[in-house]
C-alpha cells in the first residue's frame, strides 16, 4: 500500500490565512479514518501569497497546493488516495507538473531558507536528517582550530545580514582577540523593520539552523554563554526556540564539553525584546538585555571589546547565523560561488506590497530588481504601473522604477542612496504617494527616537512635521531645502544607526521624486491621488443616475441634487473623505 | 519619541485604588531574586497577570528586588509592551508597518474606531476591546492584517473587520 503524507505549512502568516483549520480538518479526517493519510506540520515555505499551503507526498511525488480551505484539501485527498493523482488546479509548484507559479521558484537559490518549508521545525531529527548538526560534527571530527573557523567565515565573503553588511568573519575575529573568561554571542532577532518578515520566518521554520550558527560562532570567539533577544511580537518563533533548545540540550549540542571537545562549554536561552526598534541596535540591543532602557551607548569601546556586563560580545543577525552551518559544511568556495565580487552568497528578502506574488525569496546576490519583482513577484497588483521599491524600512531608502536594474548587492543599493538593510522589500505603484511614504518612515522613526541624541530627538520632530504639512497642502517654498539640511544634521549629530539612517527615506524621495514635494507645495496636488487634503472630488454629469447614494451618505452634507436628477458636489463644503468615491456604484465620481 | 508617555504619570495615581491580588506576583519576584538582568522579563510576567502594571506591583517589585521606582518608572514607559492602564479583555492589534500602510491599514483602524467608538489606546466601555496601533507584526504578505488575542486576521476588509468584531461580540453575549 501506497504512503501518502499531507504537510501543512504552520507559520505565523500561514496560520492568519487559515492554515491551523485545514490542519485541523486533516487530523479530523485522519482521526475518522476516512481518509488513509498522515499529517505533519512545517513551516513558512515562502510562498505568502497561495496561503494556506498544502504539501501532499503520494508514492514519493511532492505535489504543493495552494489556496487550501478544508472542502479542497477533501477534495484533494479523495483524489490522492483513490486514483494517485494531483487535483492539477490548486497545484502550485511540483516537479510533475508545469504551474503558472513556477517561475517563483525560478532563480531562487535557498542556503539560508533551505529548510524552511521542509522540515518540521519541531523534530530536531528531522533537521539532522538533513544534515543538520553536521557542520559542529566536522568541526570536532577534524578538530578544526577556531582559527580556521573564522578563517573559512572570511573566505566565505559572509556580510551581516542584519543591515550593515559588515563582514562576519572579521566580526567574530576581533571578539577572539579580546581575552576574558566570559565571552558572550547574541543572536539579534529584533527584527522591527516595518515590512520584513524574514528572520520571524526562519526561527519558526527552521531554529535550529540558527542555533547551530550560534554555536560554532560560539566556538570560534570563545564564547560560553549565548542569548537569543527576540521580538515578544513573534509568540510562535519564541515557542519554537524554546523547544529547539531543549533538544539541542538533550542531543548534548549545548552543554558541557560540547561535541567532545574540551572545555567547550555553552549554553543558550531567549530573551523577549519588550517593543523598541531602537533594540535593534547593538548597543541598545545589550542594555535592554541588561534589564534597562534600550537606549545605544558611545562607540568605542565596540560590543566586542566590552559588551553585555562589559564582557567580549559578538552579536550576529539571525540569517547571518543561518548560513554558518550550510558555510562550514560545504565550504567557503562553494558558498563563494554565488553573488557578486563584494557581496557573496545570497539574501532573503520579504516582498511585499503592491505586488502579484508576495512572500518570501532567496535570491544571489547580483539579482536585478527588475527581475525580483517581475520574474519572481510577477509584476504589479491589478496591472498598475510599477513605481518605486523601498529597501531597508525606515533606515532605507527608495529606488525607484528608473533605476531598476540596479541589482542587489551591499555596494549596488547603497550607491543609490537606499540600504539593502535586513531585506524589506516593499514595491509601491502609481497610487503610492512618496511624500506621505517618506512621512510614514518618519512618523515610525520619530516615535521609535530613544530621545538619548537631541538631533535626533528634535529632529525628527521637526522634519515629521514640515512632512506632515506638506501632506496637508499646508507646504511652504523652501520646505524641501529645510528637510534636507535638518537630514544632514540629523545624520551627522546621532550616536546611532537609527538617527544616522532616518533621514534616508526623505532624501531618497526628495532625490528621486522631487517633482512630487514640488506638486504638493506649489500645485497643492497630490500626483498619486492620495493625500486626502489635496483632492478634489466631482461628479461626472454623463455617468451620474441621480441614486442619491453619495448624498445620503456624504457626512457633511455636502451633495445636492434630487432623485434621479443629477448631482454635484458643494466643493466649498467638501472635507475630501472620498465617502461618495467609494460608495458609488456607477464610477460617476472623478478625482484629481 | 517614547517620553511623551510622561502624561501617564496622571493616570497612575488615579489606580491607586484599584483592588488587585498582589500575592499572584509573588512566585514571579521569588522566580527573579537576585538574578541580574531580570527586570524586563519581571515585568512582562507582571504584565501577564495583571494586563497592565498596576501601582501597587510597582510599590512590590521595588521593595522586593531593589529596584529605584524611578529606574522601574523608567524602563516601564520605554518599551511599548508595556501598560500603565488596565485593559479590555480582547486586545486589538491593528499592523501599521510598511506592507499595511501601503494597504491602507489607517482605514481599518478608522473603521474600529467607528464601530467600538473609541479613539487609538483606548478601552471600550464594556471593558470587552482595547484597541492599539502596532508596528510591524510580519504578516506582510496579508497586509492589512490585525491580531487580536493570538489570532491573527489578514486581507482585512471593511465588511470583514466589521464582521470579525460582530462574531466576538455576539460569542461573548452566549457566554453570558
Known amino acids: 500500500m501506497s504512503r501518502i503524507k499531507a504537510i501543512v505549512g504552520l507559520g505565523s502568516c500561514g496560520i492568519a490565512a487559515g492554515a491551523g483549520k485545514v490542519y485541523d480538518k486533516l487530523n479530523e479526517l485522519i482521526k475518522t479514518e476516512k481518509y488513509k493519510v498522515s499529517a505533519d506540520k512545517t513551516s513558512c515555505i515562502g510562498m505568502c501569497y497561495k496561503e494556506p499551503l498544502v504539501e501532499i507526498i503520494d508514492n514519493d511525488k511532492s505535489y504543493l497546493y495552494g489556496g487550501v480551505t478544508e472542502s479542497i484539501l477533501e477534495e484533494i485527498l479523495e483524489k490522492h488516495t483513490k486514483e494517485h493523482k494531483p487535483v492539477e488546479k490548486y497545484v502550485v509548484h511540483s516537479e510533475y507538473t508545469e504551474t503558472e507559479e513556477d517561475v517563483f521558484w525560478e532563480g531562487q537559490v535557498k542556503i539560508a531558507l533551505r529548510h524552511c518549508g521542509i522540515i518540521n521545525p519541531e523534530v530536531i531529527e528531522e533537521y539532522e536528517a538533513k544534515g543538520g548538526y553536521n557542520a559542529l560534527k566536522k568541526i570536532a571530527e577534524r578538530k578544526m582550530s577556531y582559527d580556521e573557523v573564522i578563517e573559512e567565515i572570511l573566505d566565505s565573503g559572509l556580510r551581516g545580514r542584519g543591515g550593515g553588511g559588515f563582514p562576519t568573519g572579521l566580526k567574530w575575529k576581533f571578539a577572539r582577540q579580546n581575552e576574558s573568561d566570559e565571552k558572550y554571542i547574541i543572536c539579534n532577532a529584533d527584527e522591527g523593520d516595518p515590512g520584513a518578515f524574514m528572520d520571524r520566518s526562519l526561527l519558526e521554520g527552521d531554529p535550529h539552523a540558527v542555533i547551530e550558527g550560534m554555536i560554532i560562532a560560539a566556538y570560534a570567539i570563545g564564547a560560553n554563554s549565548g542569548v537569543i533577544y527576540c521580538r515578544a511580537e513573534y509568540p510562535l518563533a519564541i515557542v519554537r526556540l524554546n523547544i529547539a533548545l531543549q533538544q539541542a540540550r538533550k542531543k548534548g549540542y549545548l552543554g558541557k564539553n560540547i561535541m567532545g571537545i574540551d572545555g567547550f562549554n555553552l549554553d543558550i536561552y531567549i530573551k523577549e525584546g519588550a517593543g523598541a526598534f531602537v533594540c535593534g541596535e547593538e548597543t541598545a540591543l545589550i542594555a535592554s538585555v541588561e534589564g534597562e532602557r534600550g537606549m545605544p551607548r558611545k562607540r568605542p569601546p565596540f560590543p566586542a571589546a566590552s559588551g553585555l556586563w562589559k564582557k567580549p560580545t559578538n552579536i550576529n543577525n539571525v540569517e547571518t547565523l543561518a548560513n554558518i552551518p550550510w558555510i562550514i559544511d560545504k565550504g567557503a568556495e562553494e558558498y563563494a560561488k554565488y553573488g557578486t565580487e563584494k557581496s557573496k552568497g545570497t539574501k532573503v528578502f520579504a516582498l511585499t506590497g503592491k505586488i502579484n506574488r508576495g512572500g518570501l525569496v532567496e535570491v544571489p546576490m547580483g539579482m536585478t530588481i527588475h527581475d525580483i519583482v517581475f520574474k519572481l513577484g510577477g509584476g504589479i497588483q491589478d496591472g498598475k504601473k510599477f513605481k518605486a521599491v523601498q529597501l531597508g524600512g525606515p533606515s532605507g531608502g527608495c529606488i525607484p522604477a528608473s533605476l531598476d536594474d540596479t541589482i542587489v548587492d551591499y555596494d549596488s543599493v547603497n550607491a543609490t542612496g537606499a540600504i539593502m538593510g535586513s531585506g524589506g522589500m516593499v514595491v509601491m505603484d502609481e497610487t503610492t504617494c512618496m511624500v506621505d511614504m517618506a512621512r510614514f518612515f518618519l512618523d515610525f522613526t520619530q516615535k521609535e527616537s530613544c530621545g538619548k541624541c537631541t538631533f535626533c530627538r528634535v529632529g525628527t520632530k521637526r522634519m515629521l512635521e514640515i512632512l506632515t504639512r506638506i501632506t496637508e497642502g499646508e507646504g511652504k517654498e523652501g520646505d524641501i531645502e529645510k528637510l534636507e539640511e535638518l537630514s544632514i544634521q540629523i545624520k551627522e549629530g546621532s550616536l546611532c544607526g537609527l538617527g544616522q539612517t532616518a533621514p534616508n527615506p526623505v532624501l531618497t524621495t526628495i532625490k528621486y521624486f522631487r517633482h512630487e514635494y514640488e506638486a504638493h507645495i506649489k500645485e497643492k496636488r497630490c500626483p498619486a491621488k492620495n493625500c486626502a487634503k489635496l483632492l478634489t472630488y466631482e461628479i461626472i454629469p454623463d455617468m451620474c443616475t441621480g441614486c442619491t447614494v453619495c448624498a445620503v451618505n456624504c457626512p457633511v452634507d455636502a451633495i445636492d441634487g434630487e432623485r434621479k436628477e443629477i448631482h454635484f458636489i458643494r466643493q466649498d463644503d467638501c472635507i475630501n473623505c472620498g465617502m461618495c468615491f467609494s460608495k458609488c456604484n456607477f464610477n460617476a465620481i472623478k478625482v484629481y | ?176
Not at chain 2, 13 to 24: C, H, M, P, R, Y
Request: hydrophobic share 35%; aromatic share 6%; proline share 3%.
Open chain 2, 1 to 176: 519619541m517614547r517620553v511623551k508617555r510622561i502624561e501617564q504619570i496622571r493616570d497612575l495615581k488615579q489606580q491607586a485604588g484599584d483592588e488587585i491580588n498582589i500575592e499572584l506576583l509573588q512566585p514571579l519576584l521569588e522566580k527573579y531574586k537576585g538574578k541580574k538582568g531580570s527586570l524586563i522579563p519581571v515585568l512582562q510576567g507582571t504584565q501577564d497577570i495583571y494586563g497592565y502594571i498596576p501601582e501597587q506591583a510597582f510599590l512590590e517589585i521595588s521593595k522586593k528586588l531593589g529596584y529605584k521606582l524611578s529606574s522601574l518608572y523608567g524602563v516601564v514607559t520605554f518599551y511599548a509592551q508595556f501598560r500603565l492602564n488596565p485593559v479590555g479583555k480582547h486586545i486589538i492589534k491593528v499592523c501599521h508597518g510598511t506592507a499595511c500602510h501601503v494597504q491602507n491599514a489607517k482605514k481599518i483602524t478608522e473603521i474600529l474606531q467607528d464601530t467600538l467608538k473609541v479613539s487609538d489606546g483606548e478601552t471600550t466601555e464594556d471593558k470587552l476591546f482595547t484597541l492599539e496601533s502596532v508596528a510591524c507584526l510580519g504578516c506582510c504578505s496579508l497586509a492589512p492584517v490585525m491580531m487580536i488575542g493570538d489570532e491573527t486576521y489578514g486581507k482585512l476588509t471593511e465588511k470583514s473587520t466589521k464582521k470579525i468584531i460582530r462574531e466576538i461580540k455576539n460569542s461573548e453575549k452566549q457566554k453570558k
